[in-house]
């Protein structure tokens, strides 16, 4: 320290730093992941299934999970069968290789380092660099020659961090549709509430209607009767005019009065 030949002393030596943590290797994690069904962890066997987040099922074990609720909390993305997509995926006929699933057009193995993509909407998986060496600009899938979406890609066997974020983007959609689905109850609940104030504020106009109508009718039905009473009377009046025995009896009565009775 003082050109005497010592040494400067590091902060390492100085000061008791926290020792990392030990970290599984990503690597060997998405090589297990590409050997074992993430739900049961038994050897992947046909027929294949994955998520969003890119984890592999046994498609058997997984429907017979969601049959009996028996889906653990690790994985709470997947809510029902609909979360998970059936794989067009060809199995490897090395039976001495440890990884059961190969690319069916680069016959490379889906061994967890190279990067494996499967097609949401049609469920095919190939080696991502085959989009590479095929020269294919458009996007089609280079197996069944679909068209896809970037939305319609997922990544298969992600190392944790991958897997981490990838979850966070599938609960933030997963939130995102339960929120849309209450706003839509809400609106509907509105619109049913509207509707209701509508038909009853329709009712109540047709009963005042309905009342007003009656009320005319009825207004009508007595100034008929009224009408039909004085045409009776007057057709009385017209009819004594010319009547003979009412002629008689009044010339009677005329005469008996005038001259009295003989």
């Known amino acids: 320290m003082g050109n005497d030949g010592g040494s400067i002393a590091e902060r390492a030596e100085l000061v008791k730093l926290k020792k990392p943590e030990k970290r599984v290797e990503s690597y060997l994690v998405a090589k297990l992941r590409a050997q074992f069904c993430s739900l049961t962890k038994e050897r992947l066997r046909k027929p294949i299934a994955c998520c969003r987040v890119g984890y592999l099922y046994n498609y058997d074990s997984l429907l017979k999970a969601f049959m009996d609720k028996k889906i ?5 993305h997947l809510q029902n069968m609909k979360k998970v997509k059936k794989l067009n995926i060809t199995e490897n006929t090395d039976q001495n290789n440890e990884f059961p699933f190969i690319c069916s057009i680069s016959q490379k193995a889906l061994n967890g380092k190279d990067k494996f993509l499967a097609l949401w909407n049609c469920g095919c998986v190939f080696n991502k660099k085959l989009i590479k060496d095929l020269k294919i600009k458009e996007l089609k899938c280079p197996i069944c020659n679909k068209q896809y979406t970037d939305k319609d890609i997922v990544q298969l066997c992600p190392t944790n961090e991958d897997a981490e974020i990838k979850k966070a983007q599938v609960q933030k959609e997963i939130q995102l549709k339960d929120k849309q689905k209450e706003d839509q109850k809400q609106q509907f609940k509105v619109f049913d509430a509207v509707e209701n104030l509508e038909q009853q504020q329709k009712k109540k106009i047709c009963t005042e209607e309905c009342k007003m109508m009656r009320k005319a009718m009825d207004n009508n039905k ?17 009819q004594s005019l010319f009547h003979q025995q009412h002629k008689l009896e009044d010339n009677l009565f005329t005469r008996n009065v005038r001259f009295g009775n003989r």
Do not use: R
């Open 72 to 76: 653990p909390q690790e994985l709470k």
């Open 222 to 238: 007595l100034q008929n009767l009224q009408n039909q009473s004085q045409d009776v009377k007057k057709n009385e009046i017209y």
